[in-house]
Protein backbone atom coordinates (compact mmCIF):
# COMPACT_ATOMS: atom_id res chain seq x y z
CA UNK A 1 0.00 0.00 0.00
CA UNK A 2 1.21 3.20 -0.66
CA UNK A 3 2.86 5.40 2.35
CA UNK A 4 -0.24 8.26 3.25
CA UNK A 5 -0.30 10.64 5.63
CA UNK A 6 -2.14 9.75 8.63
CA UNK A 7 -4.06 11.32 11.50
CA UNK A 8 -1.14 13.07 13.74
CA UNK A 9 -2.62 10.67 16.85
CA UNK A 10 0.23 9.33 17.33
CA UNK A 11 -0.10 8.40 20.75
CA UNK A 12 -2.74 5.95 20.08
CA UNK A 13 -2.41 2.00 22.51
CA UNK A 14 -1.19 -0.68 20.87
CA UNK A 15 -4.41 -2.45 22.66
CA UNK A 16 -6.73 0.38 21.01
CA UNK A 17 -5.13 -0.18 17.09
CA UNK A 18 -5.16 -3.84 17.61
CA UNK A 19 -9.26 -3.52 18.60
CA UNK A 20 -9.34 -1.06 15.38
CA UNK A 21 -8.22 -4.22 13.78
CA UNK A 22 -10.53 -6.65 15.20
CA UNK A 23 -13.65 -4.51 14.69
CA UNK A 24 -13.03 -3.82 10.69
CA UNK A 25 -12.06 -7.09 10.05
CA UNK A 26 -14.80 -8.18 12.08
CA UNK A 27 -17.29 -6.23 9.37
CA UNK A 28 -15.15 -7.09 6.41
CA UNK A 29 -15.93 -11.26 6.85
CA UNK A 30 -19.04 -10.75 8.23
CA UNK A 31 -19.91 -9.08 4.88
CA UNK A 32 -18.16 -11.25 2.55
CA UNK A 33 -19.75 -14.50 4.56
CA UNK A 34 -23.05 -12.61 4.01
CA UNK A 35 -21.91 -12.24 0.24
CA UNK A 36 -21.52 -15.97 0.02
CA UNK A 37 -24.54 -16.98 1.56
CA UNK A 38 -26.57 -14.79 -0.37
CA UNK A 39 -25.00 -16.04 -3.63
CA UNK A 40 -26.27 -19.89 -2.25
CA UNK A 41 -29.96 -18.55 -1.70
CA UNK A 42 -29.90 -18.53 1.92
CA UNK A 43 -30.12 -14.88 1.81
CA UNK A 44 -33.15 -13.23 -0.29
CA UNK A 45 -34.30 -9.70 -0.75
CA UNK A 46 -32.12 -6.96 -0.59
CA UNK A 47 -28.29 -7.16 0.83
CA UNK A 48 -26.23 -3.79 0.80
CA UNK A 49 -22.41 -4.51 2.01
CA UNK A 50 -20.38 -2.19 3.94
CA UNK A 51 -17.21 -3.26 2.32
CA UNK A 52 -14.49 -0.65 1.94
CA UNK A 53 -16.21 1.45 4.16
CA UNK A 54 -14.95 -0.09 7.64
CA UNK A 55 -13.57 3.39 9.22
CA UNK A 56 -16.42 5.57 9.41
CA UNK A 57 -18.15 3.20 11.73
CA UNK A 58 -15.49 2.15 13.83
CA UNK A 59 -13.81 5.39 14.29
CA UNK A 60 -16.64 7.09 15.25
CA UNK A 61 -18.02 4.51 17.37
CA UNK A 62 -14.68 4.70 19.26
CA UNK A 63 -16.09 8.86 19.97
CA UNK A 64 -19.28 7.22 21.64
CA UNK A 65 -20.02 6.10 25.53
CA UNK A 66 -22.79 4.41 26.77
CA UNK A 67 -26.18 6.06 26.27
CA UNK A 68 -25.28 7.74 22.76
CA UNK A 69 -27.72 6.88 19.52
CA UNK A 70 -27.31 5.60 16.14
CA UNK A 71 -29.42 5.79 12.93
CA UNK A 72 -28.60 4.55 9.34
CA UNK A 73 -29.89 3.58 6.27
CA UNK A 74 -30.01 0.20 4.55
CA UNK A 75 -26.26 -0.55 4.72
CA UNK A 76 -26.28 -1.35 8.38
CA UNK A 77 -24.90 -4.80 9.06
CA UNK A 78 -21.45 -2.95 9.92
CA UNK A 79 -22.81 -0.37 11.80
CA UNK A 80 -24.55 -2.97 14.07
CA UNK A 81 -21.68 -4.83 14.69
CA UNK A 82 -19.75 -1.64 15.22
CA UNK A 83 -21.98 -0.67 18.39
CA UNK A 84 -21.63 -4.45 19.45
CA UNK A 85 -24.96 -6.16 18.20
CA UNK A 86 -24.19 -10.15 18.08
CA UNK A 87 -23.05 -11.22 14.71
CA UNK A 88 -25.31 -14.26 15.32
CA UNK A 89 -28.66 -12.32 15.36
CA UNK A 90 -27.48 -9.95 12.73
CA UNK A 91 -26.45 -13.01 10.16
CA UNK A 92 -30.27 -15.05 11.46
CA UNK A 93 -32.12 -11.84 10.20
CA UNK A 94 -29.92 -11.81 7.02
CA UNK A 95 -31.09 -15.40 6.55
CA UNK A 96 -34.68 -14.78 7.71
CA UNK A 97 -34.42 -17.03 10.87
CA UNK A 98 -35.98 -16.84 13.69
CA UNK A 99 -33.09 -16.19 15.93
CA UNK A 100 -32.42 -13.08 13.58
CA UNK A 101 -33.19 -9.37 15.63
CA UNK A 102 -36.27 -9.10 13.98
CA UNK A 103 -37.38 -12.75 14.49
CA UNK A 104 -36.61 -13.02 10.82
CA UNK A 105 -39.42 -10.84 9.51
CA UNK A 106 -37.34 -7.70 8.80
CA UNK A 107 -34.44 -8.75 6.75
CA UNK A 108 -31.06 -7.17 6.18
CA UNK A 109 -32.79 -3.21 6.32
CA UNK A 110 -34.69 -3.51 9.33
CA UNK A 111 -33.24 -4.29 12.49
CA UNK A 112 -33.08 -2.46 16.12
CA UNK A 113 -31.68 -2.75 19.28
CA UNK A 114 -32.60 -0.64 21.69
CA UNK A 115 -30.32 -2.18 23.90
CA UNK A 116 -27.28 -0.84 22.30
CA UNK A 117 -29.29 2.24 21.15
CA UNK A 118 -29.10 1.08 17.56
CA UNK A 119 -32.41 2.63 15.70
CA UNK A 120 -32.15 0.80 12.12
CA UNK A 121 -32.26 -0.03 9.39
CA UNK A 122 -34.04 2.19 7.05
CA UNK A 123 -34.42 1.36 3.48
CA UNK A 124 -36.11 5.14 1.97
CA UNK A 125 -32.80 7.09 1.51
CA UNK A 126 -33.40 10.00 3.81
CA UNK A 127 -36.05 9.06 5.87
CA UNK A 128 -33.55 8.48 8.75
CA UNK A 129 -32.41 11.82 8.82
CA UNK A 130 -35.05 13.47 10.92
CA UNK A 131 -35.75 10.49 12.68
CA UNK A 132 -32.40 10.95 13.86
CA UNK A 133 -32.92 14.61 14.82
CA UNK A 134 -36.16 12.92 16.96
CA UNK A 135 -33.77 10.77 18.79
CA UNK A 136 -31.42 13.58 20.05
CA UNK A 137 -34.32 15.71 20.79
CA UNK A 138 -35.28 13.90 23.01
CA UNK A 139 -31.95 13.67 24.62
CA UNK A 140 -32.29 17.02 24.99
CA UNK A 141 -35.60 16.60 26.24
CA UNK A 142 -34.60 14.75 29.02
CA UNK A 143 -31.43 16.87 29.73
CA UNK A 144 -29.01 14.57 29.28
CA UNK A 145 -25.75 15.09 27.46
CA UNK A 146 -25.82 11.99 24.88
CA UNK A 147 -25.31 12.28 21.27
CA UNK A 148 -27.09 11.08 17.93
CA UNK A 149 -25.06 9.84 15.03
CA UNK A 150 -27.00 9.78 12.09
CA UNK A 151 -25.75 8.30 8.91
CA UNK A 152 -26.78 8.89 5.37
CA UNK A 153 -25.14 9.04 1.76
CA UNK A 154 -24.20 11.56 -0.41
CA UNK A 155 -27.39 10.39 -2.47
CA UNK A 156 -29.27 11.34 0.09
CA UNK A 157 -27.36 14.26 1.10
CA UNK A 158 -29.23 15.96 -1.87
CA UNK A 159 -32.47 15.44 -0.24
CA UNK A 160 -35.16 18.00 0.72
CA UNK A 161 -35.96 16.20 3.92
CA UNK A 162 -32.14 16.32 4.92
CA UNK A 163 -32.50 20.14 4.88
CA UNK A 164 -35.61 20.73 6.65
CA UNK A 165 -33.84 18.61 9.70
CA UNK A 166 -30.49 20.70 9.15
CA UNK A 167 -32.71 23.60 10.02
CA UNK A 168 -34.76 22.25 12.94
CA UNK A 169 -31.52 20.70 14.52
CA UNK A 170 -29.86 23.55 14.62
CA UNK A 171 -32.85 26.10 15.59
CA UNK A 172 -33.29 23.90 18.79
CA UNK A 173 -29.14 22.89 19.21
CA UNK A 174 -30.06 19.29 18.79
CA UNK A 175 -27.32 17.13 19.90
CA UNK A 176 -27.28 14.97 16.68
CA UNK A 177 -23.96 14.61 14.35
CA UNK A 178 -25.00 14.21 11.10
CA UNK A 179 -22.52 11.75 9.46
CA UNK A 180 -22.53 11.79 5.55
CA UNK A 181 -20.95 8.43 4.24
CA UNK A 182 -20.02 9.83 0.52
CA UNK A 183 -18.68 6.85 -0.82
CA UNK A 184 -19.20 8.78 -3.94
CA UNK A 185 -22.07 7.05 -5.96
CA UNK A 186 -25.78 6.65 -5.20
CA UNK A 187 -26.47 3.59 -6.68
CA UNK A 188 -24.83 3.63 -10.19
CA UNK A 189 -24.68 7.18 -10.40
CA UNK A 190 -21.20 8.97 -9.90
CA UNK A 191 -21.67 12.09 -7.03
CA UNK A 192 -19.65 13.85 -10.07
CA UNK A 193 -23.11 13.98 -12.06
CA UNK A 194 -25.24 14.37 -9.28
CA UNK A 195 -24.04 16.99 -6.75
CA UNK A 196 -22.95 20.43 -6.98
CA UNK A 197 -20.83 21.27 -4.62
CA UNK A 198 -18.13 18.39 -3.95
CA UNK A 199 -17.74 19.27 -0.41
CA UNK A 200 -21.02 18.77 0.78
CA UNK A 201 -19.88 19.56 4.62
CA UNK A 202 -19.92 23.04 3.49
CA UNK A 203 -24.11 22.76 2.91
CA UNK A 204 -24.54 23.21 6.45
CA UNK A 205 -23.15 26.73 6.78
CA UNK A 206 -26.67 28.33 5.62
CA UNK A 207 -28.14 26.68 8.96
CA UNK A 208 -25.29 27.81 10.66
CA UNK A 209 -23.63 24.43 11.46
CA UNK A 210 -20.11 23.56 11.56
CA UNK A 211 -18.68 21.06 9.40
CA UNK A 212 -15.39 19.13 8.24
CA UNK A 213 -14.57 16.79 5.87
CA UNK A 214 -12.48 14.01 7.08
CA UNK A 215 -10.55 10.47 5.46
CA UNK A 216 -12.91 8.17 6.09
CA UNK A 217 -10.11 5.54 4.69
CA UNK A 218 -8.15 6.45 7.89
CA UNK A 219 -9.92 5.32 10.91
CA UNK A 220 -7.57 7.63 13.56
CA UNK A 221 -8.68 10.51 11.40
CA UNK A 222 -12.19 9.21 11.36
CA UNK A 223 -11.75 8.74 15.53
CA UNK A 224 -10.26 12.33 15.98
CA UNK A 225 -12.65 14.43 13.91
CA UNK A 226 -15.52 12.12 15.98
CA UNK A 227 -14.02 13.32 19.23
CA UNK A 228 -14.19 16.66 18.18
CA UNK A 229 -18.06 16.73 17.16
CA UNK A 230 -19.00 14.76 19.85
CA UNK A 231 -17.22 17.55 22.06
CA UNK A 232 -19.00 20.58 20.41
CA UNK A 233 -22.67 18.36 20.75
CA UNK A 234 -22.24 17.59 24.31
CA UNK A 235 -21.16 21.35 25.20
CA UNK A 236 -24.79 22.29 24.19
CA UNK A 237 -23.62 23.55 20.85
CA UNK A 238 -26.18 22.00 18.72
CA UNK A 239 -25.34 19.96 15.22
CA UNK A 240 -22.20 18.98 14.10
CA UNK A 241 -21.59 17.55 10.13
CA UNK A 242 -19.20 15.15 9.73
CA UNK A 243 -18.55 14.28 5.74
CA UNK A 244 -16.45 11.51 5.80
CA UNK A 245 -14.64 10.61 2.35
CA UNK A 246 -14.71 6.95 1.80
CA UNK A 247 -15.50 4.29 -1.12
CA UNK A 248 -17.54 0.90 -1.31
CA UNK A 249 -15.51 -2.23 -3.30
CA UNK A 250 -18.62 -3.77 -3.67
CA UNK A 251 -22.00 -2.93 -5.82
CA UNK A 252 -25.07 -1.04 -4.43
CA UNK A 253 -26.46 -4.23 -3.90
CA UNK A 254 -25.96 -7.73 -4.69
CA UNK A 255 -27.76 -6.99 -8.01
CA UNK A 256 -25.91 -4.34 -8.77
CA UNK A 257 -23.86 -5.28 -11.86
CA UNK A 258 -20.93 -2.23 -11.49
CA UNK A 259 -20.90 -0.92 -15.25
CA UNK A 260 -20.54 2.70 -14.17
CA UNK A 261 -17.11 2.49 -13.07
CA UNK A 262 -13.73 0.92 -13.99
CA UNK A 263 -12.32 -1.92 -12.54
CA UNK A 264 -8.98 -0.10 -12.01
CA UNK A 265 -10.72 2.43 -10.01
CA UNK A 266 -11.79 0.20 -7.33
CA UNK A 267 -8.92 -1.97 -7.32
CA UNK A 268 -6.66 1.40 -7.27
CA UNK A 269 -8.79 2.34 -4.09
CA UNK A 270 -8.07 -1.00 -2.25
CA UNK A 271 -4.38 -0.71 -3.08
CA UNK A 272 -3.74 2.70 -1.95
CA UNK A 273 -6.28 3.44 0.33
CA UNK A 274 -7.80 0.23 1.94
CA UNK A 275 -8.19 0.72 5.77
CA UNK A 276 -7.37 -2.51 7.05
CA UNK A 277 -4.32 -2.61 5.62
CA UNK A 278 -3.60 0.78 6.54
CA UNK A 279 -4.05 -0.17 10.38
CA UNK A 280 -2.31 -3.24 9.73
CA UNK A 281 0.54 -1.36 8.62
CA UNK A 282 0.81 0.90 11.72
CA UNK A 283 0.79 -2.41 14.27
CA UNK A 284 3.42 -3.75 12.11
CA UNK A 285 6.14 -1.02 11.88
CA UNK A 286 5.13 0.25 15.47
CA UNK A 287 6.00 -2.55 16.56
CA UNK A 288 2.18 -3.14 18.33
CA UNK A 289 1.63 -6.57 16.70
CA UNK A 290 3.68 -9.11 15.08
CA UNK A 291 2.27 -11.36 12.22
CA UNK A 292 1.51 -14.40 14.73
CA UNK A 293 -0.61 -11.69 16.35
CA UNK A 294 -2.45 -10.80 13.68
CA UNK A 295 -3.01 -14.24 12.31
CA UNK A 296 -4.61 -15.04 15.76
CA UNK A 297 -6.87 -12.19 15.88
CA UNK A 298 -7.64 -13.32 11.45
CA UNK A 299 -8.44 -16.89 12.89
CA UNK A 300 -11.13 -15.35 15.66
CA UNK A 301 -12.67 -13.06 13.72
CA UNK A 302 -13.15 -16.44 11.31
CA UNK A 303 -14.54 -18.68 13.73
CA UNK A 304 -16.93 -16.01 15.04
CA UNK A 305 -18.09 -15.02 11.63
CA UNK A 306 -18.18 -19.13 10.65
CA UNK A 307 -20.32 -19.37 14.49
CA UNK A 308 -22.57 -16.74 12.86
CA UNK A 309 -23.43 -18.67 9.55
CA UNK A 310 -24.20 -21.64 11.78
CA UNK A 311 -26.14 -19.84 14.12
CA UNK A 312 -28.07 -18.90 11.01
CA UNK A 313 -28.45 -22.17 9.24
CA UNK A 314 -29.68 -23.60 12.65
CA UNK A 315 -32.27 -21.68 13.46
CA UNK A 316 -35.76 -21.82 12.11
CA UNK A 317 -38.01 -20.49 10.20
CA UNK A 318 -39.82 -18.20 11.62
CA UNK A 319 -43.58 -19.84 12.54
CA UNK A 320 -46.32 -19.01 10.37
CA UNK A 321 -48.13 -17.34 13.41
CA UNK A 322 -45.32 -14.76 13.80
CA UNK A 323 -47.17 -13.47 10.18
CA UNK A 324 -49.59 -11.97 13.10
CA UNK A 325 -47.28 -10.75 15.42
CA UNK A 326 -45.55 -7.10 15.46
CA UNK A 327 -47.90 -5.14 13.52
CA UNK A 328 -49.61 -1.98 14.12
CA UNK A 329 -53.37 -2.91 13.94
CA UNK A 330 -54.64 -5.46 15.61
CA UNK A 331 -56.07 -7.88 13.03
CA UNK A 332 -56.51 -11.54 12.92
CA UNK A 333 -56.85 -13.90 10.45
CA UNK A 334 -60.22 -14.31 9.06
CA UNK A 335 -60.73 -17.36 7.66
CA UNK A 336 -58.07 -19.27 9.50
C1 LIG B 1 -36.79 7.88 -1.36
C2 LIG B 1 -36.01 6.85 -2.10
N1 LIG B 1 -35.63 7.10 -3.36
C3 LIG B 1 -34.92 6.18 -4.06
C4 LIG B 1 -34.57 4.99 -3.47
C5 LIG B 1 -33.73 3.97 -4.23
N2 LIG B 1 -32.36 4.03 -3.73
C6 LIG B 1 -31.94 3.14 -2.82
S1 LIG B 1 -30.36 3.42 -2.38
C7 LIG B 1 -30.21 4.72 -3.41
C8 LIG B 1 -28.91 5.47 -3.51
C9 LIG B 1 -28.51 6.19 -2.29
O1 LIG B 1 -27.15 6.52 -2.35
P1 LIG B 1 -26.36 7.11 -1.15
O2 LIG B 1 -27.23 8.01 -0.35
O3 LIG B 1 -25.10 7.71 -1.68
O4 LIG B 1 -26.02 5.86 -0.21
P2 LIG B 1 -25.12 4.58 -0.51
O5 LIG B 1 -26.02 3.55 -1.13
O6 LIG B 1 -24.01 4.98 -1.41
O7 LIG B 1 -24.65 4.10 0.82
C10 LIG B 1 -31.40 4.94 -4.09
C11 LIG B 1 -31.61 6.00 -5.09
C12 LIG B 1 -34.99 4.76 -2.14
N3 LIG B 1 -34.68 3.64 -1.49
N4 LIG B 1 -35.67 5.71 -1.47
MG1 LIG C 1 -23.21 6.90 -1.75
Not at 8 to 32: A, G, P, T, V
Not at 82 to 98: F, H, I, Q, S, W
Not at 155 to 168: I, K, L, P, R, S
Not at 191 to 200: A, F, G, L, N, V
Request: aromatic letters at 8%; hydrophobic letters at 35%.
Amino acid sequence: MAARKTSKKSNISSDELKQFYRDMLLIRRFEEKAGQLYGMGLIGGFCHLYIGQEAVVVGLEAATKEGDKRVTTYRDHGHMLACGMNPDGVMAELTGREGGYSRGKGGSMHMFSTDKHFYGGHGIVGANVPLGAGLAFSDKYKGNDNVTFTYFGDGAANQGQVYETFNMAALWELPVIFVIENNQYAMGTSQKRSTSTPDIYTRGQAFGIPGEAVDGMDVLAVKEAGEKAVAHCRAGKGPYILEVKTYRYRGHSMSDPAKYRTREEVQKMREEKDAIEHVRELLMSGNHASEEDLKAIDKEIKSVVNKSADFAKDSPEPAVEELWTDIITDIAPQNA
